[in-house]
């Protein structure tokens, strides 16, 4: 008997092992807003503001729908704001002319900040670092534009505008920039995408020279490119210091190119033919970032199909996993490549992202995804909504702590009551301190309450009250319910049972 139950109990264990990789309960899934070109939101420009919110809203609720937690918001596409800034002009992919505020006036980030907070959404702040003008011959460019206000500032590579990397002032803007805003607004995180040095132009050289001339800081001129590297780390280390200085407990993030080097010019580099790679055309040296504690985590964009010859979905997230270097690692999927009419038969179907979410849950150092882009969210290609909820994201996760950041200690939601209305379930709470978030687990009555199982995960929300229907999956005769909040850190409170207030007979 005590062998069987032994065996049994290891088979629990098992069983239990076996579902915590399948429904993680901490799994980051994230959704970009892509706000350059109106790529996502608001569908274009110059829309009137209720339907600007609206598309936000839809957006929101759908990110909510496909049990995602986060919401990567481009608030800085090109050296401008989608938010009140006194350093840099409103966007023209708002209200279709640059330096135009809204009309009624509102402010898109304050408003998206509350309406995520309102559902338990993390909000992080996607910004571009060197881009100033997308394309100079159809741009809305302000007169107090920073390439107007300080034109020495910039190059132009092709048919853009960019700050030369190589000055000081452009570091010295950029912080400033970042460090305006994480002191106007609540934010978990600020996040950069790929675009340092930007994508090499065959046959032009990126026009910095007059910079090196002027601030070679002791790089020869064989060593140019290293000096570029420099520049970007020197950027990088800034920002990371300003973030430290206004507020430690914002993660720093970077969502780079997704392959690092080429093993055939580096053996460290990964099992890849890529065109262009992060180290020796966008001099991005993440690896350094990583080692240093510059950045918190690391999102590469592994756009490319699991079997791709020239550059292998499941050889590069393996080669991230084993390179993460102590920082939180979530990878970036393709969610827009998914058409029944792709070149790539793997592509003609949604079964790619979730052998690519299934095949992450098997590596030991990554935290989850971040999806591009939040427009395929409207259009659910292939019925990938469906295919999620089926399996993949059949429950809600919570977002990861980030080890490297200040952490933030949430106390139990205050009074959580629960009663019955009529055909109706009311939910209250009051908040502790320090409590962003609240997570409310369901449980059948009698049994043991567990909030590891991600299965019990009743509902995430930044409100303090929830009313829903009563059936049989919810009636409070069957199940109990429990609260517990996270902080701005994501860390969770112990749980509060809620007091029945009205089945008392």
């Known amino acids: 008997m005590l062998r069987k139950l032994t065996l049994l109990f290891i088979l629990s264990l098992f069983v239990a092992s076996l579902q915590a990789r399948e429904y993680p309960k901490r799994e980051m899934r994230a959704i970009w807003i892509a706000t350059v070109a109106n790529i996502d939101w608001p569908s274009k420009s110059g829309l009137s503001v209720d339907i600007q919110q609206d598309e936000m809203l839809e957006l929101f609720d759908l990110a909510k729908e496909y049990n995602l937690n986060t919401i990567i918001f481009q608030v800085r596409p090109s050296t401008d704001a989608f938010y009140p800034s006194d350093l840099e002009p409103w966007s023209q992919w708002l209200t279709g002319e640059q330096g135009q505020a809204p009309e009624p006036y509102y402010d898109p980030l304050e408003f998206a900040i509350e309406e995520g907070r309102k559902r338990g959404l993390e909000i992080h702040l996607w910004l571009n670092p060197y881009r100033a003008v997308v394309d100079t011959a159809k741009a809305s460019i302000a007169v107090d534009h920073p390439v107007n206000q300080h034109p020495g500032c910039f190059v132009t590579y092709g048919k853009a505008r960019y700050f030369n990397p190589g000055l000081p002032e452009t570091r010295n803007h950029v912080a400033t920039v970042v460090a305006d805003v994480l002191k ?72 780079p190119f997704g392959v690092w080097r080429n093993q055939s010019v580096d053996p460290k580099g990964s099992a890849t033919r890529a065109g262009q790679t992060n180290y020796d055309d966008l001099y991005a040296n993440i690896l350094r970032w990583q080692e240093e504690g510059w950045i918190d985590y690391i999102t590469p964009q592994i756009y490319w199909h699991i079997g791709k010859e020239v550059a292998d979905y499941a050889i590069i997230a393996d080669w991230w996993s084993k390179n993460a270097l ?15 009419d792709s070149k790539d038969r793997e592509w003609r179907s949604s079964r790619q992202i979730l052998k690519q979410i299934n095949l ?59 009663k019955l209305v009529g055909d109706s379930i009311q939910m209250t709470w009051e908040p502790g ?33 929830m009313t829903f229907e009563v059936s049989c999956k919810t009636h409070p005769r069957k199940y109990y319910f429990v609260i517990s909040a996270m902080s701005h850190t994501n860390l969770e409170s112990v749980t509060e049972f809620f007091k029945d207030v009205s089945l008392k007979k």
């Open 184 to 255: 106007r607004y609540d934010v978990d995180a600020l996040h950069f995408d790929d675009y340092f040095y930007p994508y090499r132009i065959s046959g032009e050289e990126f026009p910095d020279q007059k910079a090196f001339e002027m601030y070679p800081r002791g790089f020869t001129t064989d060593q140019k490119d290293d000096w570029r590297r420099d520049n970007v780390d020197l950027i990088i280390e800034q920002l990371h210091d300003t973030i430290e200085h206004v507020n430690p407990s914002v993660a720093f993030g970077i969502s």
């Open 326 to 340: 102590g920082c939180r690692l979530y990878i970036g999927q393709a969610f827009y490549r998914i058409n029944r």
């Open 433 to 465: 301190s320090n409590n962003e978030t609240f997570v409310v687990y369901k449980f059948k009555r009698r049994k043991q309450a567990n909030t590891g199982n991600p299965e019990n995960i009743f509902a995430v929300t930044g409100g303090n009250e």
């Open 360 to 418: 992450n849950r098997t590596y030991p150092n990554i935290d989850g995804s971040m999806f591009f882009s939040a427009k395929s969210l409207r259009n659910n290609p292939r019925r990938l909504k469906e295919k999620l909820l089926r399996r993949a994201f059949r429950y809600e996760a919570l977002p990861p702590v980030n080890p490297r950041v200040a952490q933030v200690t949430p106390e139990v939601p205050q009074n959580p009551e629960i």
